[in-house]
């Protein structure tokens, strides 16, 4: 064995070293698959374009006259074939038929000749001459062509007598109808009486009670009368039905508003407590009013009496800057300044709480006026004036925010790491914000005056910016008592503290008489500015009363009032909004879709009560007449008449007969033309001829690949030494041969299937069966080369062509002559090509372990010649392949 496989080694790796020999191997494997996919493909699926294969079809039938009518059969075949797409029917004259026959144009001719349709309907009259279609064929020009135009001759052969014998017999059965008319006519009538009146006594009870039913509608048609008016009643209303579904559309258009409305609603509710809290508080100031307007009046007092201390103060200023320059005694003068006026520093936190609490209120305001301008009904949106007037009041609180950040910053100066720093930076962002409304009221106040809405979102924005506004303020007040006081105290104090000791600090003090100069110039203006604000709202106390007294009056009228129905109405809303909406949309669906055809159908009832129902009434009146006088005389009558008929059924004699003459002719007709029909059962069934016919070629093209093997490649291996033993020679380059089989086998199978698209049911036993084959084949064809040289290879070609002929591969082979009927079981091709068939078509493991089996065979009867006969036969056949080589010619 190792010898064997040094052997086999030793051929692939000579292979490999050189690229002439790889590309030679390529080409092997191949050629064998070009030759099997190019016939395949050839021949893939023939029958499917005989429309190609042309005839040439003529008709010179004059036509006949059958019962006064006109008939021409062969026009009507003209008409049939040219629906026929079987095969390529040309239709030309008689000479241009018989010249393209002989030319090789048309492979066939169809001549309908005059007297075709005379003959065919000669039976008539008792003529029995046959009709003939003049049938020619040019057996020349293609072997398969005339068996295809003959089938097709066929066919329409047999479409004729079809037809001619369904119309003769279709004849033949309406002459026995009208033989026996006077039964076939008398019977059924009779039939159809008795059937009647049977199910007409069956039905009797039916019959009664619709009468009955009949009487009870006679009763109530007053009752229905009287209803049918409502509908002419609601067909005058048409006119207010349509206003109404226009304001039901008008409503669902403003559906959103409405919604937006509600949810305002719904929103109350939640803010009820908060309500009442306000409208507690706005009760208590107006109980309590005279004590705001007194504290209002003391404030302005005391903020008088603050500005004459301090402009004191700014007079007594000069003074002391004339005695800086007199040394000790401006010290001195200092000191006694400072305590003298030292009410003056005293109103400095009281005046800028005050300040603050007038900014409060003036962002509380702009608050209020906030809410207004998002009220939905423009009759209550604020005026330009009053927003003008709000805006003012913003810019006076802005100056005295910034008087107040100015006189903090001074005091904060003297204290000792400066802790007012982040009061002065949020006094600072409160005053931007400030600024930030004062520019959005008058944008709203020049959106109010040109008569436009102002933007919802602007006005948003104005609302939280005024509550960020008080909540800040109000936040810096919580702390101001706490926190701001005792600092602003620290700073006073520090400053009197650096006036106190006179010799050493005298420069300092001389530089912080401006300092003192400028807080006392911040006092007075902080507190003028507070004076005003105080007088304007002095001024407006009486309208404010007044207005508050209103508000509390009305609040006290109304306020419970106005709570009960927020409860009653908000949850309403919250569970019956969406159902209404709903509701809504659906009605303004029917309005739009439905409304218009339900006028119109109503209108047409109106006109059927109008005209129709009086018409039914009086047939109502009738029917219900006869029901009353005539029914019962009906059914005694019909009681009679099928007793009698059941007297007469039971001596019945003609049913038999009447049975026969009842066929359907037509159906009896088609019978007699095709009394047989044929069911096709397909076993193992192969779409397409070509994937029939890749067993066969796929083995021929291995058989090839085997001869081409044998052909290129040296039957021996080198033995310069002598040391291989003959059967290692053999065996060693067998494996070679049928490693290359075995890739023609694999290339060969999976071209069919994936290139191709042949057809396999079975695919990998498909391509196994195949490389068994391929061993099969390449071991046959080795041996013969190996055992008897260059002769062997003529003996492989001509075992191919006794193959071809003897293995069924194209037409079964009972069909062959004997002398290949009795090769067939010898031949590999056929084993091959059955196992093939197998793999194709589907796996009948019988059959298929036969073919393997005989398959094998043939490779122990190769293996059996070659390791028998081959060193007995060397000598003769070396010497003749000396001779051969002496020709010159012979290789």
Known sequence: MRSIWQIYKTDWLNIFKVPTGIFLIIAIILLPCLYDWVNIKSVWDPYANTQGVKVAVTSEDQGTIVADKQINIGDELIKSLQNNEKLGWTFVTKEQAE???????YYASILIP???????????????????????????????????????????????????????????LTKLTEIGIQI?????????????????????????????????????????????????????????????AGHVLHIQQNWPRISEAASVIISLEDKLPVIRQAVARIQELDQNFDKVANAVTQATEKAKQAIEIVSAAQNALPKIADLAEKGKAVSDQINDFLTTHDGAFETIAPLLKQNLV????????????????????????????????????????????????????????????????????????????????????????DALESGKTPAKDLVERLGQLSKETSAALGDILSRYDSEIVPRIQEGIEKMKQLTG????????????????????????????????????IQGDMPQIRTRIHELAQALQTNAAAFEKAITVAAPFLRENLPTIGKKLDEAAAFIKNDLPQAEKELTKLADFVRYKLPEVETGVHTVAALVRDDLPKLEKAIGQAADKLREVEANNHFADLAKLLRGDIKKESEFLASPVQIKENRKYPIPNYGSAMSPFYGVLSLWVGATLLISLLKPDAENPDGRYKPYQLYLGRLGTFVTIGLLQALCVTLGDIYILGAYVADQVPFVLFAMLVSIVFVTITYTLLSVFGNVGKGIAIIFMVFQFSSSGGTFPISMTAPFFQALNPFMPFTYAISLLREGVGGIFWETALRDILCLVGFIGLSLFVALVLKRPLSGLIKKSTENAKKTKIIA
């Not at 006519?185 to 009670?209: C, D, H, M, N, Y």
């Open 99 to 105: 010249r393209g026959i002989d030319r090789g144009d």
């Open 114 to 172: 005059p007297d075709f349709s005379s003959k065919i309907t000669g039976i008539i009259n008792g003529n029995l001459d046959r009709p003939e279609v003049i049938y020619t064929v040019n057996e020349k020009v293609n072997a398969v062509a005339p068996k295809i135009t003959s089938s097709g001759v066929s066919a329409i052969t047999k479409q004729i007598n079809e037809n001619f014998t369904e119309a003769v017999s279709t004849a033949l």
């Open 184 to 244: 076939e006519e008398q019977l059924p009538t009779i039939r159809k009486v008795e059937s009647g009146i049977f199910t007409l006594e069956s039905k009797l009870p039916e019959i009664r009670a619709a009468g009955q039913k009949v009487l009870e509608l006679e009763k109530k048609l007053p009752e229905i009368h009287d209803k049918a008016q409502i509908i002419l009643e609601v067909e005058k209303r048409i006119p207010e039905i349509n206003q109404a």
């Open 358 to 445: 007038l900014a409060q209120q003036a962002a509380d305001s702009v608050t209020s006026l906030t809410e207004k301008l998002l009220q939905i009904n423009p009759a209550q949106l604020p005026t330009a004036e009053e927003v003008r007037a709000a805006s003012d009041r913003l810019s006076h609180v802005e100056q005295l925010l910034e008087r107040t950040s100015s006189l903090l910053g001074r005091i904060n100066n003297y204290i000792p790491g400066q802790p007012l720093n982040h009061q002065l930076e949020r006094l600072q962002v409160i005053q931007q914000k400030v600024i930030r409304q004062i520019e959005i009221l008058g944008t709203i106040a």
């Open 501 to 536: 000791d006179a010799s050493a600090n005298l420069q300092k003090l001389t530089e912080r008489l401006p300092d003192i100069e400028a807080i006392l110039a911040d006092t007075k203006s902080g507190l003028e500015l507070g004076v005003a604000e105080l007088q304007r």
